[in-house]
């Protein structure tokens, strides 16, 4: 048998290079890099790389800013390229290691526009971040863009507490509201694709 493939990557869009220009290496205030977060979110739908979603990955005490991620779904044509598995695997790759908790590393941790999906709660759980800071998490970002965020436990965030890990929640809510609020007027407006689980057949 001869595989079609081999291998995939997950790269960047070429425009978060350019957003990123203005943006100091260090982002000491935890409400700023949220801020970055929203503004890189709201860019990558409009610039048709994925749904509008992104995250950065920080040094804690520092705020110096390891990576960033934006959903590259679309734009990649894999379905695992979430923002958050985005910014995650280029911070792991930047520090040489799968575990951003590593001995020897600063503590590390992972911004993102709204609590995880149920596929990016576990990459987040086992990538060795030692926070967790969200925006919001409740039913809001569903109800307003029509994502299926998968089968999330109730008590997703005492999960993530077990295992060592901070959650903040609650950074720049309404700005990530305003963020879905406009994309879901372009996909009633544009029809633009939402990527989804199925439903029965």
Do not use: K
Not at 58 to 65: F, L, S, V, Y
Request: hydrophobic share 45%.
């Amino acid at each position: 048998m001869r595989l079609a493939s081999t291998g995939y990557t997950i790269e960047l869009p070429e425009w978060v290079a350019d957003e990123l220009a203005d943006v100091d290496e260090v982002i000491d205030d935890r409400v700023e890099r949220m801020r970055l977060v929203h503004r890189l979110a709201d860019r990558n739908w409009r610039e048709g790389n994925g749904g509008p979603f992104a995250a950065l990955v920080a040094e804690t005490a520092t705020g110096r800013i390891v990576s960033v991620g934006v959903n590259v779904v679309l734009a990649s044509g894999i379905s695992s390229a979430h923002a958050e598995v985005t910014a995650l695997g280029t911070a792991q790759r930047a520090v040489g290691t799968w575990d951003l908790g590593a001995a020897g590393l600063p503590a590390h941790e992972l911004v993102v526009n709204w609590r995880p999906c149920v596929q990016c709660y576990g990459a987040t759980l086992w990538s060795g971040v030692r926070t967790l800071v969200v925006a919001g998490s409740g039913p809001e970002l569903e109800e307003i863009t029509t994502f299926d965020e998968g089968p999330m436990r109730e008590d997703w965030a005492a999960q993530f507490v077990a295992r060592g890990i901070e959650v903040v929640d609650g950074v720049l809510r309404d700005e990530a509201l305003e963020v879905y609020r406009a994309y879901r007027a372009a996909v009633d407006a544009d029809g633009l694709t939402v990527y989804n689980a199925r439903t029965g057949a």
